[in-house]
């Protein structure tokens, strides 16, 4: 057995916004991940966590298959990722960050330290397409993790059952994700409005409060969007702005105008870093409220600019057998919503490259 050196490769890939450097890698948004190819009978992997009241989990993907979540122990500990396996074949894992970015608590970080094994890795995996998706409870799959209980707690969420991991999954893509539970455009669901995504989408992940993970891990600093070049953004915002609204604690007309304002900055935004992408607003699985709001942004925003790689698409409603805990999609309605999204996205493929 011996410790894989982090510091030494680039034999692995990462998923989302994280931070890398002689301490680890730090995981901060739901879906962040590390992946890699290795030939070796028995891998461990060294991970350093903290937290004050909601647990930190873990998702253990062995080509493509869930085979561990693991509830992670505060501190640092060795937990056992496969054994016994056949060290002429390669084997891909992908160490996944179950849990959402829990801005309540001012302990909250993931750390990868090391890597223990008998063997080495090979040829890191490799993705045509890079996606970015950024969204709320939807997003950070609120209702898909334990789907029989309402209790607002880390295990109901799930960040390999929600629909941003299951487009990834379709179309083979590389991705990324910024989501936080209760937050919106504009506002949040109880209408405040410093919860909203926009204005943190420029950090690595300004949402976060921790200090290992702010003063370690740079989190708060400016992301640098060479990174990863990405071909689509996906939003999924509205839902909760449209609860927002309806709280009464700003008069719809303010309400309105602030949200248009802020959905065409967004757009701005989000194309200055993003020169090449096509964005994509999806919206609707928990109703239409803002649909026309959306629209109306989106439509404001292309002619001011002459931007044409701005689309909307509207998701099926959840209803039903597809309505689940806390009143949020079931793991079978976000597979609905993942293909339409995929089809989607495949189809301005084909449009954009003709």
Known sequence: MHNLD????????LFGRNSVNENGIALFWTGSAMEFNIKASCLYVHIDCGYDNSELMLDI??????????????GL????VFAGMNTEMPVRVRLVRDTQCMTDEKKHYLVIKKLESDGEFVKKPEYDIQLEFI???LTSGEGCGLTKRAEWIPVVFDATENYAYKVAQILSARYSVLSQSGWGLYASYDADTTHNLPDFYDQICGTVNDATAINEFGAHEKW??????????VINLGTNDGSGMKAGKIGEKEFLAGFRKKAIGFLKTIRNHNRSCTILWVYGMLGTDMEGH???AIDAYKKETGDSRVEYLRLAECKGEDLGVRYHPTPAAHEKAAKNIAEHIQ????????
Not at 6 to 13: A, G, H, P, R
Not at 61 to 74: M, P, S
């Open 135 to 137: 969204g709320d409870s």
């Open 6 to 13: 982090l510091n030494e490769t680039d034999s692995y890939v």
């Open 61 to 74: 993907i062995i080509e493509g298959e869930r085979t561990q979540k693991i509830v992670l122990e505060k």
């Open 347 to 354: 189809s301005l493929q084909a449009f954009f490259l003709r």
């Open 224 to 233: 640098d969007f060479s990174n990863q070049e990405l071909d689509f953004v």
């Open 77 to 80: 500990h060795r937990y056992q």
């Open 294 to 296: 959306i629209k109306e």
